[in-house]
């Protein structure tokens, strides 16, 4: 299974960004899709994650703001970012288990500019 992320880059402080991660290979059964980031020096954290039946789970600073969601058909999950903050500044990971795989994608930057 392999994991392809796009949509990072630089946005404003309120701004919006759109990340996307798609899954190829030998996907028999995707069953929860989901958005980690971290920082220099920090943990790799939870962002949000959706199960197989759109059960969404949610880091407390991103309620409200971030809606994870996810296309099964096209074994996509997206990331919609609203009202951006500089602190949610980070490298974004998707992740993908399956019944057989947890697999990791490769990373994307997302800047917020103050």
């Known amino acids: 299974v392999q994991l392809q992320a796009s949509g990072g880059g630089l946005a404003q402080a309120g701004g919006s960004l759109r990340l996307s991660c798609a899954a190829s290979g030998s996907i028999f059964r995707i069953n929860v899709m989901g958005w980690y980031r971290q920082g220099p020096g920090k943990q790799r954290e939870l962002v949000a994650a959706i199960s197989n039946g759109g059960v969404t789970n949610y880091a407390d600073s991103v309620k409200g703001r971030f809606t994870i969601s996810r296309d099964n058909a096209k074994n996509t999950v997206y990331l919609q970012m609203n009202n951006l903050k500089f602190d949610d500044t980070d490298v974004y990971y998707c992740?993908?288990?399956?019944?057989?795989?947890?697999?990791w994608g490769q990373g994307t930057q997302v800047t917020v500019s103050s």
């Open positions: 992740r993908v288990v399956t019944g057989r795989y947890d697999v």
